[in-house]
T-cell receptor
Framework: QKEVEQNSGPLSVPEGAIASLNCTYS??????FFWYRQYSGKSPELIMF????GDKEDGRFTAQLNKASQYVSLLIRDSQPSDSATYLC??????????????FGAGTRLAVHP | DTAVSQTPKYLVTQMGNDKSIKCEQN?????MYWYKQDSKKFLKIMFS???????INETVPNRFSPKSPDKAHLNLHINSLELGDSAVYFC??????????????????FGQGTRLTVV
């Protein structure tokens, strides 16, 4: 079982719609969760992080976390063509020595069409 | 004012050669990473250093050797390059911190990537 799983997509949504991106993780000890956006040929950039169960909103983006179900999601409201990118879910996975490592999913490609 | 910078951006080399990629961060972070992103865009952790100490060494061929002369620099040397080493290599840095008692978190900030092509 992969540590962080995402549907690779592509997820195609019309402009103005809500895009819903999902992620599941296997390590119950994980405490913090991140969404990165990666445009083609560019490096990943952080959009949001979440560490408490429930919703966290930032502008058009809402991250949702359910630790019992080991599930994280990202909603993008009023999707724009400029949102077209690959969205990477990442999870802080603790290991010995008190350290954490950031484990990424394979990413979901989002295409927003006018 | 680049936060995490790596050089070179592109690297084309022949099989069997040895090459290095350099990374520097000016964020004052304690932890630095090397990630490999393959053609399927999967970003896989290779190594992590915390204050110059190796803390993560994933299953990576020993042809790959990281070196951290200080906490702001993490270089990657690759010996005897193979076709399968072709990928984009990202350097990243992070700083562990607690947040309202919720436990440690550390988002990673990435360099612009080095596209390595082995021919």
């Amino acid at each position: 079982q992969k540590e962080v799983e995402q549907n690779s997509g592509p997820l195609s949504v019309p402009e103005g719609a809500i895009a819903s991106l999902n992620c599941t993780y296997s390590d119950r000890g994980s405490q913090s969760f991140f969404w990165y956006r990666q445009y083609s040929g560019k490096s990943p950039e952080l959009i949001m992080f979440i560490y408490s169960n429930g919703d966290k909103e930032d502008g058009r983006f809402t991250a949702q976390l359910n630790k019992a179900s080991q599930y994280v999601s990202l909603l993008i409201r009023d999707s724009q063509p400029s949102d077209s990118a690959t969205y990477l879910c990442a999870v802080n996975s603790p290991f010995s020595g008190g350290y954490n490592k950031l484990i990424f999913g394979a990413g979901t490609r989002l295409a927003v069409h006018p | 004012d680049t936060a995490v910078s790596q050089t070179p951006k592109y690297l084309v080399t022949q099989m069997g050669n040895d090459k290095s990629i350099k990374c520097e961060q000016n964020l004052g972070h304690d932890t630095m990473y090397w990630y490999k992103q393959d053609s399927k865009k999967f970003l896989k952790i290779m190594f992590s250093y915390n204050n110059k100490e190796l803390i993560i060494n994933e299953t990576v061929p020993n042809r790959f050797s990281p070196k951290s002369p200080d906490k702001a620099h993490l270089n990657l040397h690759i010996n005897s390059l193979e076709l399968g080493d072709s990928a984009v290599y990202f350097c990243a840095s992070s700083q562990m911190r607690g947040l309202d008692g919720a436990g440690p978190y550390a988002e990673a900030f990435f360099g612009q990537g080095t596209r390595l092509t082995v021919v």
